[in-house]
Nanobody
């Protein structure tokens, strides 16, 4: 069983930055595609960013492109989401997700992922 634990959320003013981390258990982290999603109150969970299990390609939602960066450190079994120029609309619970051998455009879909973390709250004040 794979466990994902997010951290790094908090309260920040508009224009500020945060870095989210997601640590995964197990020894097969390098074979997982990793994704970040978010869910605001009353809204559906939406795609933010993803990084496939191999290669260097990353994919982002249009709403965060140019402001957010996803990266992974296989030595630490950790995926990061660097968030800059934050806006109040970025406020949500952010979730980390994983799928073995994931690759391609389907990684933007919630249903593609097998494992999920519990989420970390990000609040951006205006």
């Amino acid at each position: 069983q794979v466990q994902l634990v997010e951290s790094g959320g908090g309260l920040v003013q508009a224009g500020g930055s945060l870095r989210l981390s997601c640590v995964t258990s197990g020894r097969t982290f390098s074979s997982y595609a990793m994704g970040w999603f978010r869910q605001a109150p009353g809204k559906e969970r939406e795609f933010v960013a993803t990084i496939p299990w191999r290669g260097t390609s990353t994919y982002y939602a249009d709403s965060v492109k140019g402001r957010f960066t996803i990266s992974r450190d296989s030595a630490k079994n950790t995926v990061y989401l660097e968030m800059n120029s934050l806006k109040p609309d970025d406020s949500a619970v952010y979730y980390c997700a994983a799928i073995p051998w994931g690759i391609g455009p389907s990684l933007s879909r919630v249903g593609e992922y097998k494992y999920w973390g519990q989420g970390t709250q990000v609040t951006v004040s205006s």
